[in-house]
């Protein structure tokens, strides 16, 4: 896996996002299929090289200060090292914006406090 994830990463720097990419994501995919039973990964990374095929741009912006290519790099960074639980967190939220799912609002979770 670590040479998949270091393939697509010497791609982004050199050529952006682009064909290679997209089929460097089609590999790592193919990967986790194989290799771990991890499905909501393989699904990820499904969603990613679609959504480039589609808009020729990634459009997931989790990190908004970054663009594209950034929030690329740091999704394939956080598959990198997944079984962190700290990434697993975050590989979450990254699944619920591209599945279209709002974040829930922690505030409204919190029970009023009367004064």
Not at 33 to 42: D, I, L, S, T
């Amino acid at each position: 896996m670590k040479q998949h994830i270091e393939s697509i990463k010497k791609t982004l720097a050199g050529e952006g996002i682009g064909a290679n990419v997209i089929d460097q994501l089609k590999e790592l995919r193919d990967w986790f299929k194989a290799n771990r039973e991890e499905p909501g990964y393989v699904k990820m990374i499904r969603l990613a090289y679609e959504n480039i095929e589609e808009n020729n741009d990634y459009t997931f912006l989790y990190l908004e200060e970054e663009d594209g290519k950034g929030n690329l790099e740091y999704f394939i960074d956080l598959l990198a090292d997944y079984n962190n639980k700290y990434n697993k967190e975050e590989l979450q939220d990254i699944k619920n914006l591209m599945l279209g799912i709002e974040p829930e609002d922690e505030e409204e979770d919190q029970p009023e406090v009367a004064e």
